[in-house]
């Protein structure tokens, strides 16, 4: 364990890095509150950020616009400072329907959810280090602006033992049932286990392994770290800290608080229903809630508990929640990658599910205080960041009007920025086939990309017909799907990724030798000027990188891309005819810090993969389940067949339960 960031690198900065470094560094130090790096695809713009955080020594927060760039980005950091605390903070959700009614339906959905325990470990594992180190670097997606509990609650409950403590067996397993451990048979995250007087718990930061803590006479006499399995001990400790297994921990004082301040607002907010005449509302938003605090006082938790969160975290009405940010220490620093996507994403996410939560408090399934289990809005955020540096090759309006702008346009490599070519969009398809195949059989990668999710699936069926291997790379993925994708890409199992606009900003594949933009001059968000510069500079990285953009007129996006495009290309060329400068292709060797999460990633059933099929695979798996349903009762085995029957229906009902979804949380 290092006190102090360590960068560890073969490369020194070089062509605009060196200035870059000194201008942003010189910048937090004079307390410039807003600074961008406009930094060209490939011109080394982590390593610059990597070399900031040596030189300012200070805590950090790199905030990426979704979980695959998170990924991408904790892999280059871990590589970077592998003495200090590099952590991955992102969504748990795999899947997330959130409660929603529909009026005209007369239609209530429960909330349906998908838990990642690899992630939610991830994000324990963060919490950690924030508190315990102060040498900590979190790579987070922007859903790190929803609350996630309060950090004054989730650090004071944390239990403190040490060999030579007085403390009884049963007292110590019920001080970790507190911390919303579980006592069971199991061992494992999130568990206790008590054999006599050794007690094995799984802390929420730890995967694969438990702590047994060993007692003799009221004394605690070891604590080590073992594989629950083989029992084979990795460390012995003389002192260890146990965080709660939630980051929405409610000590008794505050649960009940929270009682009373739920009945207090239960009590203002009937007589208002029923004054306007909503007595069925009334009655059941009575029901629930008396349910809920039942549930409470017996088992410290209820569903839906989040609703409630204001008067566990006792924030007042309309105050925003508590966020990763509030676990930092002071002074930190803070980098928004991709700028220009991460802060639009920013500016919409409050705003999202505000008609939905409306609806649930008018027709009284919910009280108005769930209101504020939200994520942070804009400005509560703008106000709450520390000296922050935006991140992009196209900075936004927010970043160019409020910001001071450092350029890195020169790239140590070489590299110009890819040639571009406008095909037309006759053959379209073939034209593609062709031009890929070339590029395969030199042993290089081909991303596609289209303008809708529909496309993109009959485009990578279709490829797939021909013979090509070929990955579509969506949303619905769940986060260790997407990653694994993309290893098996960058390793040469996959020749092509197909995609609509995840695969557009900050990915980043060496490998890839050509993109192919299909439907390029259709004006639009996912076509924008800054769009389209994003999607070539993918091609960046490759000494042969080419991009083809498929349209049949010259839009005014596409040609200040192409424009843009060609005045960096000058730059870099004329640099390198000066310098005796020889392009070369990067070379970056495959992380492999998620390859034993990866191992560990469970198949779902049948059910679990419907969320994440294609509308052609739905239809193919239901045609399957057809057949075997009618094999089996031309046979007269009638019990297999209802089993199939009712296996189809709850498919299809989960098609239905999605398309009526008012919210949903997909790739932030």
């Not at 009575?286 to 508990?305: F, P, S, W």
Request: charged share 30%.
């Amino acid at each position: 364990m290092s006190e102090k960031f360590k960068l560890v690198s073969n490369f020194e900065p070089a062509g605009d890095q060196k200035s870059a470094i000194s201008a942003l560094s010189e910048g937090v130090r004079n307390n410039v509150h807003n600074q961008t790096l406009l930094g060209v695809t490939g011109s080394g713009k982590t390593f610059t950020m990597a070399n900031i955080i040596q030189e300012l020594q200070l805590p950090t927060l790199i905030m990426a616009p979704n979980k695959i760039l998170s990924a991408q980005l904790y892999e280059e950091f871990k590589q970077f400072f592998p003495e200090n605390a590099v952590e991955y903070f992102v969504s748990y959700y795999d899947y997330y329907r959130p409660e929603a009614y529909i009026p005209n339906r007369g239609l209530y959905l429960e909330k349906e959810s998908s838990i990642n325990e690899i992630i939610d470990q991830m994000r324990h594992k963060a919490t950690k280090s924030l508190i315990e180190r102060p040498d900590t670097i979190i790579i987070a997606s922007v859903s790190c602006i929803y609350g996630i509990g309060s950090y004054e609650a989730y650090s004071e409950a944390a239990l403190e033992i040490r060999i030579g403590q007085k403390v009884a067996a049963a007292e110590l397993v019920k001080k970790f049932t507190e911390l919303a451990y579980e006592v069971s048979q199991d061992v494992g995250r999130g568990k206790i286990r008590v054999r006599g007087q050794s007690i094995w718990i799984g802390p929420a930061h730890i995967m694969d392994r438990v702590l047994r803590i060993n007692i003799e006479k009221n004394m605690i006499v070891s604590i080590v770290e073992i594989d629950p399995l083989t029992r084979k001990i990795y460390l012995e400790y003389d002192h260890v800290r146990i965080f709660p297994n939630s980051h929405h921990i409610t000590p008794e004082n505050s649960l009940s608080r929270a009682i009373q301040g739920i009945e207090q607002e239960l009590k203002e907010i009937l007589p208002s229903l029923r004054n306007q005449g909503k007595l069925a509302e009334a009655q059941r938003l009575e029901e629930r809630v008396r349910y809920d605090i039942e549930q409470l006082k017996t088992n410290y938790t209820c569903a839906g508990i989040e609703n409630y969160s204001r008067f566990f975290t006792n924030r007042a009405p309309g105050q925003h929640p508590p966020t990763l940010f509030e676990y930092f220490p002071r002074p930190y620093l803070l980098f928004v990658d991709e700028s220009h996507i991460s802060v639009p994403q920013i500016h919409g996410m409050a705003a999202g599910d505000v008609s939905r939560k409306n609806t649930l408090v008018n027709y009284g399934f919910r009280l108005p205080s769930c209101r504020d289990n939200r994520p942070m809005r804009f400005e509560e955020w703008d106000s709450l960041r520390p000296n922050t540096i935006f991140v992009s090759a196209t900075p936004g309006e927010f970043e160019r009007q409020n910001s001071q702008i450092v350029e890195q346009i020169i790239r140590p490599t070489g590299l110009l920025d890819p040639i571009c070519e406008v095909h037309p969009t006759e053959n379209q398809v073939e034209d593609a086939i062709a031009q890929a195949k070339a590029v395969i059989a030199r042993g290089d990668r081909v991303l596609m990309l289209t303008l809708t999710k529909k496309t993109a699936e009959h485009l990578s069926e279709y490829l797939k017909e021909k013979g090509l291997k070929v990955a579509y790379l969506h949303g619905e993925q769940t986060t260790l799907e997407r990653i694994e994708k993309l290893y098996q890409f960058r390793k040469g199992e996959i020749d092509i990724v197909v995609g609509v606009n995840l695969l557009r900003e900050g990915i980043d594949v060496p490998e890839c030798a050509l993109i192919c933009i299909f439907e390029a001059d259709q004006e639009g968000f996912l076509r924008t000027e800054s769009a389209l510069i994003q999607m070539i500079g993918r091609a960046a990285r490759h000494d042969k990188g080419r991009v083809v953009l498929y349209a049949d007129r010259m839009t005014k996006a596409m040609k200040s891309a192409l424009d843009e495009t060609n005045r960096r290309r000058q730059i870099q060329d004329e640099f390198n005819k000066k310098h005796g400068i020889t392009p070369k292709r990067v070379e970056k060797p495959l992380g492999k810090v998620f390859e034993p999460f990866l191992a560990k990633e469970k198949k779902v059933d049948v059910g679990g993969q419907w969320l994440h099929l294609t509308d052609h695979q739905k239809a193919k798996l239901l045609k399957d389940l057809d057949k075997q349903m009618k094999e089996h009762i031309a046979k007269m085995e009638f019990e297999q067949a209802a089993k199939i029957r009712d296996q189809r229906r709850a498919l299809m009902q989960l098609s239905l339960d999605a398309e009526m979804a008012i919210g949903e949380i997909t790739d932030v």
